[in-house]
């Protein structure tokens, strides 16, 4: 399954009747073509620069919104800031535990996953959330990764 872009996304909620204000398509925009995994602090700058007007009540009701209708997915990371990724296909992330960048990995899609101790459970499984840790490039070589975590 492919990321679905911006176009392809907004189609699927208007087939769903779901309408979308301009300011909550822009911000499904910003997300379907970003690869980064904006806080909703940095989706509200971004999207403020075009609406001046919108509320950071607006940027987390919409992020709310589209999580709930599937075109995006919040990843929460404990006592860090949530991340919102638009990318709505089966992927792992690798994340930075210095400066907490996350970069998208392809992963094989949950059919693929044929240990029985996953099925062992029960569990109808539909899908899942794998995230490798480490040290990002930058942040390797200004040697941040000796000093605590500074995130945010
Ligand atoms: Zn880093
Ligand atoms: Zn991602």
Request: proline fraction near 5%; hydrophobic fraction near 30%; charge should be negative.
């Amino acid at each position: 399954m492919h990321r679905s872009s911006f176009a392809k996304s907004l189609a699927d909620l208007k087939s769903r009747g779901v309408r979308l204000t301009p300011q909550r398509q822009m911000i499904l925009r910003y997300l379907k073509e970003t690869h980064e995994h904006p806080t909703a602090e940095q989706i509200y700058h971004q999207v403020s620069q075009e609406f001046a007007s919108i509320s950071m009540a607006t940027v987390y009701n919409t992020l709310h919104r589209l999580t709930e209708l599937g075109v995006i997915r919040e990843l929460s990371y404990g006592d860090m800031s949530s991340r919102y990724d638009g990318n709505d296909s089966e992927h792992a992330h690798l994340v930075c535990e210095v400066c907490g960048k996350v970069a998208d990995v392809p992963c094989p899609p949950i059919e693929r996953f044929t240990s029985p101790e996953l099925f062992a459970h029960g569990y109808a499984v539909g899908s899942y959330r794998l995230e490798f840790y480490g040290h990002c490039p930058d942040c390797q070589q200004s040697g941040a990764g000796q000093r605590d975590s500074e995130l945010n």
